[in-house]
């Protein structure tokens, strides 16, 4: 059975950039309901109710660090893309090494965002005209 509704959970602790990163995944993808938590804790217990389909995180959480997030995540899925946003490319490197999919580094642009979708969600989430759809790899 085909899945219909990707679900992405986004995990940052500034309400401004999950509310922009909502608004781009909104516009940019079809079929998809998106989650939001504040801190590792908020997006662990995300994931055990909803699930989730692919994560985009700060790597600065209040708390503890992304590198526990990955890992944790790790050990209960070992493929679900999990995209970091990062201003340090120091952390960057830990967070690759720990299990993330894609590394984002700020600032970015809606492109590179985009370039992550393209990479993790399947066309059939893009909207059939209007919007740049993924290219094949």
Do not use: W
């Not at 504040?38 to 109710?49: G, N, P, V």
């Not at 985009?56 to 526990?68: K, N, R």
């Not at 990955?70 to 970091?84: G, H, K, S």
Request: aromatic letters at 6%; one cysteine or more; proline letters at 4%.
């Amino acid at each position: 059975m085909i899945k219909n509704t990707l679900r992405i959970l986004i995990v940052d602790p500034d309400q401004l950039m999950r509310s922009v990163l909502r608004r781009i995944i909104e516009a940019e993808l079809r079929s998809i309901e998106v989650y939001v938590a504040i801190d590792q804790q908020e997006a662990l217990e995300q994931y055990r109710t909803v699930g989730t389909d692919m994560l985009i995180s700060d790597t600065y959480l209040p708390l503890v660090s992304c590198i526990a997030l990955v890992r944790e995540l790790r050990t209960l899925d070992a493929t679900l893309p999990i995209i970091f946003l990062s201003a340090d490319s120091a952390t960057s490197r830990l967070a690759h090494a720990a299990g993330a999919s894609y590394i984002l580094e700020k600032p970015f642009r809606v492109d590179d965002l985009r370039a992550a979708f393209g990479i993790f969600i399947p066309t059939t989430h893009y909207p059939a005209q209007g919007k740049q759809k993924r290219s094949d790899h």
